[in-house]
């Protein structure tokens, strides 16, 4: 008989596996990339107001697009901070579930941004993770290790190239069997 905690894991773990799945396909076909941010809306109904979109799959991250839309925008016109961390942090999860697998467990554990620009204009990440620095800081410590904690820098321009911010999120990653939950 399986338990409630097992019961979670094992949805959650056919969920990240569907997931990644999409990506696979997204990377080679307009259709599946179409899909997979329709999917990927109902997944995360907190970025569906933002208009998240990813615009591209890599072998190591993802392309990712904010508009610049009235939903999205602070009282003086431009991108709200908010907006910009969920992007970034959302660029960084994906990119990581793309390079690790669903082996793993991700949960973020801090973030840290640094604004540079206003963004009064549409903004894109294009995040690419090195796999030898993904083989160095998470994936060989895991072996020994319940759990890394692993930082991942991420850039947001706007299309004018201009540097918005710069966004540092911190990740928890474990194996899934190592994960206890009440």
């Avoid at 579930?97 to 669903?102: A, R």
């Amino acid at each position: 008989m399986l338990t409630a905690n097992s019961q979670a894991r094992l949805s959650t773990d056919k969920k990240m596996k569907l997931l990644l799945r999409l990506l696979q396909k997204a990377k080679r076909s307009n259709f599946y990339l179409a899909f997979l941010n329709i999917a990927l809306l109902r997944a995360v109904p907190f970025n569906k107001p933002h208009g998240l979109k990813i615009t591209s799959v890599h072998d190591d991250g993802v392309t990712i697009f904010l508009p610049y839309k009235r939903k999205n925008l602070n009282h003086l016109k431009g991108i709200h901070a908010c907006a910009l961390a969920t992007l970034a942090e959302y660029a960084s999860g994906i990119s990581l579930l793309i390079c690790i697998g669903t082996d793993y467990r991700l949960i973020m554990k801090t973030i840290n941004v640094t604004y540079h620009y206003q963004a009064k204009m549409n903004v894109a990440i294009a995040l690419q993770l090195e796999k030898k620095m993904v083989e160095e800081k998470i994936l060989t410590p895991l072996q020994t290790n319940d759990s890394v904690v692993f930082e991942n820098k991420v850039e947001v321009y706007d299309v004018r190239r201009n540097h918005i911010c710069t966004t540092v999120v911190q990740w928890q990653i474990k194996k899934w069997a190592k994960v206890k939950t009440l």
